[in-house]
């Protein structure tokens, strides 16, 4: 009986080796349906997940064989990859409000707004101003960007493309909120 348990054992070692340098994946999440079965090469003694440990896995009773759990429902948490949960968007600042000054005039092609940064840390903000005419048409659409410290407010002056296209403005209306960069 031992004999034909080493020759068990051998071939099922030798499977494993063959399937895996042929490019099979005995990795979690590739599509593999959690209700079990599921293929792949196993041992009592293999670990493919690095990150289990001893705690999360049981004893089978009298074989001494170890089982872990590969399912992958509960290993990985959004902060695993850096890009999910709430930390993420507890570092973004929120967007600057913005309040119309003065508005372009035949002499002064460029409309001066306040830019408030409601956030602890300095940034950079993008201030948009819609320069309309008499009919509140847009005559043209200029944004800049502008850093703006914590805490503070600064007035910004946003330019037209050019002198001339000053005189056909009658009034300029400002996005109320200037977005974070």
């Known amino acids: 009986m031992d004999r034909r348990g080493r020759k068990l054992r051998f071939a099922a ?24 079965g599921g293929g792949g090469c ?13 705690s999360g896995s049981t004893s089978s009773g009298s074989s001494g064989s170890t089982y872990h759990d590969y399912d992958d429902d ?34 002064e092609a460029y409309a001066t707004v306040e830019v408030t940064n409601p956030n602890a840390t300095g940034g950079y903000f993008t201030v948009t101003v819609d320069f309309l005419d008499a009919g509140s048409r847009r005559v043209e659409q200029r944004s800049t960007d502008e850093y703006v410290a914590g805490n503070d407010s600064s007035t910004v002056q946003v330019d037209l493309s050019s002198p001339g296209v000053a005189a056909k403005v009658d009034h300029c209306e400002p996005e109320p909120y200037a977005s974070a960069n």
Do not use: M, W
């Open 42 to 54: 196993s041992s009592s003694d293999q670990n493919h997940d690095s990150s289990s440990s001893t």
């Open 13 to 36: 070692v030798a499977v494993c080796v063959v399937l895996a340098l042929t490019g099979f994946s005995t990795s979690k999440g590739h599509g593999r349906s959690h209700g079990g």
């Open 74 to 107: 509960d290993d990985y948490t959004d902060d695993t990859y850096g890009d999910g949960g709430s930390s993420s968007t507890s570092t973004a600042q929120q967007d600057a409000t913005v309040e119309l000054i003065d508005c372009a005039t035949p002499s």
